[in-house]
């Protein structure tokens, strides 16, 4: 990757995420993707930041947005549920102050009391999770009365999952059935979120919406993007301006939807 101009990482400028998550080269769609909506969570970290102020990283992974948080709150829970992901986390991020607490947490049965946490990432989380309204019940249970979450699922409307939800309609319209059977089905499943859907998971916890984001709006085919990613990084700039421009204005079209909820 290094013998690659990373255009990309010059305008997303998060240098971390590469060590978190791994990139054939600086192109790479997922790379695009998560870069992107690794801006978005680090805007919502560094404007709700106290040294007062708890955080729970729900559903870390392997702790990029634990990362982010470190040194900008008084405490910090780092909850996931895949061990491998969570030792990567714990090897990663050095805790020098013993803030951050790793726990391997199923996120429908949080350890924590209620009312306990101040503000709240869950990025990517919920799809993977077949009670995920549980989950959300949860992460309602522990954020503070005026308290903020900021939750995301993919959007199977938009651009990005439109082909694949056509492709596997014969899975969809019996996706339950489909579990046991189908070793693509959680990604599969991914594709039956819809923005109402979504909103309605939130606010049936009793979140309120607070404001509506799209991330990656504008999709356009992989190799054009890689192209435009390794040689025109001015074209590059645009296109993440315009992204982010119609990602606040008609969120429904993002591939990857936002919300910031609070309780």
């Known amino acids: 990757m290094k013998n690659l101009q990373d255009n990309l990482g010059a305008i997303i400028n998060i240098p971390f995420m590469d060590k978190f998550l791994d990139y054939d080269n600086p192109s790479a769609p997922n790379r695009f993707y998560h870069l992107i909506k690794a801006s978005i969570v680090q805007k919502f970290i560094e404007e709700n930041s106290s040294k007062f102020k708890t955080f729970l990283d729900a559903g870390a992974g392997r702790g990029p947005y634990t990362k982010m948080a470190q040194n900008k709150y008084n405490r910090i829970f780092c909850f996931e549920y895949d061990q491998k992901e969570l030792d990567f986390a714990i090897k990663n991020i ?3 102050n013993g803030s951050v607490e790793f726990k391997r947490v199923d996120i429908t049965k949080i350890p924590l009391d209620d009312n306990s946490i101040d503000v709240g990432v869950c990025s990517e989380v919920l799809e993977h999770i077949p009670d995920y309204g549980k989950a959300m019940n949860e992460l309602y249970r522990v954020i503070k009365p005026g308290g903020t979450l900021l939750f995301s699922m993919p959007n199977g409307n938009s651009m990005l999952y439109g082909l694949s939800k056509i492709k596997n309609r014969s899975i969809l319209k019996n996706l339950d059935e489909q579990r046991a059977q189908n070793p693509s089905w959680e990604q599969i499943r991914h594709y039956s979120f819809t923005p109402k859907k979504i909103e309605a998971i939130a606010t049936n916890a009793g979140f309120r919406i607070k404001r509506r984001y799209g991330a990656h709006t504008m999709r356009i085919p992989s ?5 435009i990613i390794l040689k025109f990084p001015r074209l590059l700039k ?4 315009a992204n982010t421009f119609i990602g606040k204005r008609v969120p429904y079209f993002g591939s990857f939807y936002f919300l910031t909820l609070e309780k």
């Open 94 to 96: 050095s805790d020098d």
């Open 223 to 227: 190799t054009i993007r890689s192209l």
């Open 238 to 241: 645009i296109y993440i301006t």
